[in-house]
Nanobody, 129 residues
């Protein structure tokens, strides 16, 4: 069983930065792709970014990220990070960490919430105008 725990959310002003952390654990977790998804009030959950296991290292970003966010992974610390810069009020949402074993799957699965097998409980990011 893979377990995920998010941290790092909070209140920030427009243009500010936050770094979210996802602590992962469980047998075989280092071989899982781990991603960040978000859900704003009244909206569907959407993908932000995903990183594959370290030996592969590929990253996948939603088109709207446009270079503002960066996902990285440190297996020595069992942690995946999401560095978010130039935050906007529309980035306000609950941010979730998710994991899936996607070896052999097409790239589209890495940004698909339906493809994720394990989820954290989320961390709230609020960006004030």
């Amino acid at each position: 069983q893979i377990e995920l725990e998010e941290s790092g959310g909070g209140l920030v002003q427009t243009g500010g930065s936050l770094r979210l952390s996802c602590l992962f654990s469980g047998a075989g977790a280092k071989w899982y792709a781990i991603g960040w998804f978000r859900q704003a009030p009244g909206k569907e959950r959407e993908a932000v970014a995903t990183i594959n296991f370290s030996e592969d290292g590929r990253t996948f970003y939603a088109d709207w990220v446009k270079g503002r966010f960066t996902i990285t992974r440190d297996d020595a610390k069992n942690t995946v990070y999401l560095q978010m810069d130039n935050l906007k009020p529309e980035d306000t949402a609950e941010y979730y960490c998710a994991a899936a074993y996607l070896e052999g799957y097409s790239d589209k699965h890495y940004l698909s919430a339906n493809a994720m097998e394990h989820w954290g409980k989320g961390t709230l990011v609020t960006v004030s105008p």
